[in-house]
Protein backbone atom coordinates (compact mmCIF):
# COMPACT_ATOMS: atom_id res chain seq x y z
CA UNK A 1 0.00 0.00 0.00
CA UNK A 2 1.52 3.84 -0.84
CA UNK A 3 -0.16 6.99 -0.37
CA UNK A 4 0.16 9.25 -3.56
CA UNK A 5 -2.42 12.38 -3.09
CA UNK A 6 -4.14 14.47 -0.81
CA UNK A 7 -7.46 16.68 -0.91
CA UNK A 8 -10.21 18.52 0.18
CA UNK A 9 -9.42 20.03 3.59
CA UNK A 10 -12.50 20.41 5.43
CA UNK A 11 -13.27 22.27 8.52
CA UNK A 12 -16.21 22.06 10.89
CA UNK A 13 -16.43 24.48 13.87
CA UNK A 14 -16.26 21.95 16.90
CA UNK A 15 -19.30 23.11 19.57
CA UNK A 16 -19.41 20.02 22.25
CA UNK A 17 -18.43 16.78 22.22
CA UNK A 18 -19.32 15.18 18.42
CA UNK A 19 -21.18 18.30 18.06
CA UNK A 20 -20.43 20.58 15.05
CA UNK A 21 -22.09 24.15 13.83
CA UNK A 22 -23.53 22.48 10.64
CA UNK A 23 -24.00 26.03 8.91
CA UNK A 24 -20.52 26.91 8.72
CA UNK A 25 -18.72 23.48 7.93
CA UNK A 26 -16.46 24.51 4.47
CA UNK A 27 -13.67 23.25 2.46
CA UNK A 28 -10.46 25.30 3.23
CA UNK A 29 -9.01 25.82 -0.09
CA UNK A 30 -7.06 22.98 -1.13
CA UNK A 31 -4.46 20.64 0.12
CA UNK A 32 -0.77 20.46 -0.94
CA UNK A 33 0.49 18.81 2.37
CA UNK A 34 -0.38 17.84 5.79
CA UNK A 35 1.22 16.00 8.54
CA UNK A 36 -0.29 14.35 12.28
CA UNK A 37 2.30 13.48 14.36
CA UNK A 38 1.10 12.16 17.53
CA UNK A 39 3.05 12.90 20.95
CA UNK A 40 2.76 10.84 24.15
CA UNK A 41 4.01 10.19 27.74
CA UNK A 42 5.51 7.27 28.87
CA UNK A 43 6.69 5.50 32.04
CA UNK A 44 9.12 2.81 33.17
CA UNK A 45 9.05 0.53 36.05
CA UNK A 46 12.19 -1.40 36.68
CA UNK A 47 12.01 -4.02 39.24
CA UNK A 48 15.28 -6.97 39.92
CA UNK A 49 17.37 -5.10 37.47
CA UNK A 50 15.03 -5.20 34.51
CA UNK A 51 11.78 -3.49 32.55
CA UNK A 52 9.20 -4.55 34.68
CA UNK A 53 6.56 -2.34 33.57
CA UNK A 54 6.37 0.35 30.24
CA UNK A 55 3.43 2.24 29.62
CA UNK A 56 2.83 4.81 26.88
CA UNK A 57 -0.62 7.27 26.54
CA UNK A 58 -1.71 9.92 23.62
CA UNK A 59 -1.10 13.53 25.05
CA UNK A 60 -1.98 15.21 21.68
CA UNK A 61 -0.67 15.60 18.11
CA UNK A 62 0.85 17.84 16.32
CA UNK A 63 -0.83 18.61 13.22
CA UNK A 64 0.82 20.77 9.75
CA UNK A 65 -1.01 21.79 6.64
CA UNK A 66 0.03 23.71 3.96
CA UNK A 67 -2.84 25.05 1.29
CA UNK A 68 -2.98 27.05 -2.31
CA UNK A 69 -4.98 29.70 0.13
CA UNK A 70 -7.24 30.66 2.98
CA UNK A 71 -11.19 31.47 2.29
CA UNK A 72 -11.97 34.56 4.22
CA UNK A 73 -14.46 32.43 6.51
CA UNK A 74 -10.99 30.43 7.87
CA UNK A 75 -9.84 34.17 9.56
CA UNK A 76 -13.03 33.76 11.95
CA UNK A 77 -14.03 29.91 12.33
CA UNK A 78 -10.03 29.18 12.30
CA UNK A 79 -8.82 32.07 14.14
CA UNK A 80 -10.77 34.20 15.84
CA UNK A 81 -10.01 37.28 13.62
CA UNK A 82 -12.85 39.78 13.02
CA UNK A 83 -14.23 40.40 9.58
CA UNK A 84 -15.34 43.79 8.55
CA UNK A 85 -17.46 44.39 5.10
CA UNK A 86 -19.80 42.28 3.80
CA UNK A 87 -19.68 40.37 0.35
CA UNK A 88 -16.72 38.15 -0.97
CA UNK A 89 -13.81 40.76 -0.09
CA UNK A 90 -14.17 42.26 3.42
CA UNK A 91 -11.47 43.48 5.79
CA UNK A 92 -9.81 41.36 8.54
CA UNK A 93 -8.95 42.64 11.47
CA UNK A 94 -6.44 40.56 13.84
CA UNK A 95 -6.12 41.92 17.83
CA UNK A 96 -4.23 40.97 19.89
CA UNK A 97 -6.82 38.88 22.14
CA UNK A 98 -7.94 36.86 19.15
CA UNK A 99 -8.27 33.22 20.21
CA UNK A 100 -8.91 30.39 17.99
CA UNK A 101 -11.68 28.08 18.72
CA UNK A 102 -11.27 25.09 18.32
CA UNK A 103 -12.53 22.61 15.27
CA UNK A 104 -12.85 19.63 13.35
CA UNK A 105 -10.61 19.03 10.65
CA UNK A 106 -10.98 16.31 7.74
CA UNK A 107 -9.09 14.92 4.59
CA UNK A 108 -8.57 12.69 2.07
CA UNK A 109 -6.09 10.44 0.94
CA UNK A 110 -5.17 8.67 -2.38
CA UNK A 111 -3.93 5.22 -2.15
CA UNK A 112 -2.76 2.25 -4.38
CA UNK A 113 -2.67 -1.27 -2.95
CA UNK A 114 -2.20 -4.09 -5.63
CA UNK A 115 -2.86 -1.60 -8.27
CA UNK A 116 -5.93 -0.51 -7.19
CA UNK A 117 -6.84 2.93 -6.86
CA UNK A 118 -8.81 3.50 -3.13
CA UNK A 119 -9.56 6.57 -1.34
CA UNK A 120 -9.50 6.96 2.82
CA UNK A 121 -10.51 10.24 4.94
CA UNK A 122 -9.06 11.08 8.25
CA UNK A 123 -10.84 13.13 10.79
CA UNK A 124 -9.14 14.64 13.68
CA UNK A 125 -11.95 15.54 15.95
CA UNK A 126 -10.77 18.41 17.51
CA UNK A 127 -8.09 20.65 16.53
CA UNK A 128 -6.86 24.33 17.42
CA UNK A 129 -4.98 25.90 14.62
CA UNK A 130 -2.50 28.77 14.81
CA UNK A 131 -1.55 31.05 11.98
CA UNK A 132 2.13 30.00 10.45
CA UNK A 133 4.70 32.48 9.34
CA UNK A 134 3.94 34.43 5.62
CA UNK A 135 6.84 35.31 3.67
CA UNK A 136 6.67 37.66 0.81
CA UNK A 137 9.32 37.80 -1.97
CA UNK A 138 9.76 40.26 -5.15
CA UNK A 139 9.84 38.84 -8.40
CA UNK A 140 13.20 36.92 -9.88
CA UNK A 141 14.18 34.93 -12.97
CA UNK A 142 11.48 32.26 -11.78
CA UNK A 143 8.14 32.09 -10.04
CA UNK A 144 7.91 31.19 -6.83
CA UNK A 145 4.50 30.56 -5.30
CA UNK A 146 3.74 31.28 -1.39
CA UNK A 147 1.33 29.19 0.12
CA UNK A 148 -0.24 29.51 3.81
CA UNK A 149 0.86 27.22 6.21
CA UNK A 150 -1.37 26.84 9.53
CA UNK A 151 0.14 24.42 12.39
CA UNK A 152 -2.20 23.45 15.50
CA UNK A 153 -2.44 20.92 18.14
CA UNK A 154 -4.85 17.82 17.72
CA UNK A 155 -6.59 16.88 21.33
CA UNK A 156 -9.24 13.62 22.86
CA UNK A 157 -12.34 14.47 23.24
CA UNK A 158 -13.23 14.24 27.27
CA UNK A 159 -16.29 11.69 27.08
CA UNK A 160 -14.97 9.15 24.53
CA UNK A 161 -11.34 10.01 24.85
CA UNK A 162 -11.19 10.15 20.36
CA UNK A 163 -9.09 12.02 18.79
CA UNK A 164 -8.82 11.14 15.36
CA UNK A 165 -11.25 8.44 12.79
CA UNK A 166 -9.71 6.67 9.50
CA UNK A 167 -12.34 5.55 7.89
CA UNK A 168 -12.45 2.28 5.42
CA UNK A 169 -11.71 2.37 1.90
CA UNK A 170 -13.48 3.45 -1.02
CA UNK A 171 -13.43 3.54 -4.36
CA UNK A 172 -14.55 7.28 -5.10
CA UNK A 173 -13.02 10.29 -3.96
CA UNK A 174 -16.78 11.13 -3.20
CA UNK A 175 -17.85 8.29 -1.09
CA UNK A 176 -15.08 8.94 0.92
CA UNK A 177 -15.85 12.90 1.36
CA UNK A 178 -19.30 12.00 2.37
CA UNK A 179 -17.78 10.09 5.36
CA UNK A 180 -16.02 13.08 6.05
CA UNK A 181 -19.17 14.94 6.14
CA UNK A 182 -21.15 11.96 8.31
CA UNK A 183 -18.26 12.29 11.07
CA UNK A 184 -19.32 16.30 11.41
CA UNK A 185 -23.26 15.11 12.15
CA UNK A 186 -24.70 15.29 8.44
CA UNK A 187 -25.80 12.69 5.90
CA UNK A 188 -24.61 12.06 2.33
CA UNK A 189 -23.28 15.06 -0.28
CA UNK A 190 -25.61 15.75 -2.83
CA UNK A 191 -24.26 16.07 -6.61
CA UNK A 192 -27.15 18.69 -7.48
CA UNK A 193 -26.20 22.33 -8.86
CA UNK A 194 -27.28 25.35 -7.05
CA UNK A 195 -28.11 28.62 -8.34
CA UNK A 196 -28.30 31.87 -6.66
CA UNK A 197 -31.05 33.33 -6.15
CA UNK A 198 -33.36 35.89 -3.99
CA UNK A 199 -34.50 34.13 -0.46
CA UNK A 200 -37.28 32.93 -1.45
CA UNK A 201 -38.78 31.61 2.28
CA UNK A 202 -40.68 28.78 2.47
CA UNK A 203 -41.31 28.46 -1.13
CA UNK A 204 -37.64 26.64 -1.72
CA UNK A 205 -38.53 23.20 -2.01
CA UNK A 206 -35.09 21.98 -0.71
CA UNK A 207 -35.23 19.32 1.89
CA UNK A 208 -32.69 19.75 5.18
CA UNK A 209 -29.18 18.13 4.59
CA UNK A 210 -26.24 18.30 3.80
CA UNK A 211 -24.96 19.19 0.01
CA UNK A 212 -22.13 20.01 -1.86
CA UNK A 213 -20.99 22.57 -4.88
CA UNK A 214 -17.68 22.40 -6.35
CA UNK A 215 -15.19 23.08 -3.73
CA UNK A 216 -18.33 24.38 -0.77
CA UNK A 217 -20.36 22.49 1.39
CA UNK A 218 -24.24 23.51 2.18
CA UNK A 219 -26.34 22.83 5.34
CA UNK A 220 -30.14 22.91 4.25
CA UNK A 221 -32.31 24.01 7.16
CA UNK A 222 -36.07 24.06 7.25
CA UNK A 223 -36.72 26.03 3.67
CA UNK A 224 -33.34 27.49 2.83
CA UNK A 225 -29.82 27.63 1.73
CA UNK A 226 -27.45 28.17 4.61
CA UNK A 227 -24.13 28.95 3.15
CA UNK A 228 -21.34 30.51 5.48
CA UNK A 229 -24.40 31.15 7.89
CA UNK A 230 -25.74 33.95 5.23
CA UNK A 231 -26.42 33.61 1.82
CA UNK A 232 -29.02 31.55 0.09
CA UNK A 233 -29.71 29.63 -3.02
CA UNK A 234 -31.86 27.47 -4.42
CA UNK A 235 -31.30 23.61 -4.97
CA UNK A 236 -31.99 21.88 -8.34
CA UNK A 237 -30.46 18.49 -9.32
CA UNK A 238 -28.89 17.40 -12.10
Same mark, same amino acid.
Request: glycine share 10%.
Given at each position: ????????????????????????????????????????????????????????????????? !?????? @? +?????? %? #??????? =? &??????????????????????????????????????????????????????????????????????????????????? !?????? @? +?????? %? #??????? =? &??????????????????????????????????????????????
Amino acid at each position: MAYFGLSKPIIAPWTADNTYAAGQIFQCGKLTETSVTPNSKEGSLYADNGLAEYVREFTDADVST !TIDQLP @Y +NAATIL %F #GHTLSGT =G &TNPTVIHKADDSSPYVGYGFIVDKIESNVKKYQACVLLKVKFSEGAQTYTTKGDSITFGTPAITGKAVAQESDNKWKIVSPDF !TTAAEA @Y +NWVLTQ %F #GGGSADP =G &TYTEVTPVGTENPSAEGWYVKGGSVYYLTGDTVIIDGTEYYERTVE
